[in-house]
């Protein structure tokens, strides 16, 4: 087993200590929380150490340490494990625990599907077939012609080609399909929180996971201090993804725990 570090083990014990309390904490006390014996005048160092690092900081001369964004940033992407499924079977707890914990929280339907067929009817609209369902365009012989290039393609592969060639009516039709496959969402209070503007309407469409480069992204996507997690889910047994994003210091390791403990 890999030996851990005093300073590791102080700085863990700093994040955990907030993450539980919210509240900066002082060196006599992370001492006593702390299960391996430090004495407190060996812990002061060390919070000088981190301090000078820019792992921890503090808000007053004589208050306790918390940790900064950046070591949030860091502790998040090697404490959260996406490969594990996660099965959600209990709506109203789920409910209840993203308001608890002031997390916006949205699962959408991910059945993957392809375009199969483009029909035209009667020179006016372009019937396009996916594998589960369909989208109607008004008929235009040069998207028509592109489209047609492309069968077989996936559906999130279509609304990104949509997006860089200018097909704004394609496009939107996507989006408006992918809304009606939202199964939850809640918290879009604390969507609009973390850009207050515009921008967070983004978020409440589910084609707000193409932003999203990885299972963990940070700014500068989200502002500073704001994070988003995407992840598969089965939820009420079915198949879907789930965007949840909050503050770096809401505790996602609860959140994923009280979760799997539920189903």
Known sequence: MMKISKR??????????????????????????????????????????????????????SGGRIPTTSTMNAYWQSHLNFEDEISIHNDRFLKMLVDSMEIYCMIYGDREQNLEEILRVNDKFLILNFSHDEIVLKFDPRVEKFLNNLIGASLNKLEQISMQV???????????????????????GVAFNMFKDERFRMMLDPSFEHLMASN????????????????????????????????????????????????
């Open 166 to 188: 200018g097909l704004n009516e394609f496009r939107n039709k996507i989006k408006e399909l992918k809304r009606t496959k939202i199964y939850f969402q809640e918290n879009e």
């Open 8 to 61: 590791d083990l102080i700085l863990e014990s700093i994040i955990q200590a907030y993450l539980s309390d919210n509240s900066p904490i002082g060196s006599s006390e992370l001492g006593s929380r702390m299960s391996v014996s430090i004495p407190a005048s060996t812990i002061r160092v060390y919070f000088k150490k981190l301090s000078d690092e820019g792992a921890i900081t503090q808000f007053h001369i």
């Open 216 to 263: 963990l992204t940070f700014s500068p996507l989200f502002e500073e201090s704001f994070m988003g997690i995407k992840c598969k889910v089965n939820y009420l047994d079915k198949e879907a993804k789930m965007i949840c994003a909050g503050s770096v210091y809401a505790d996602y390791e609860k959140f994923f725990n009280q979760i799997k403990d539920v189903a």
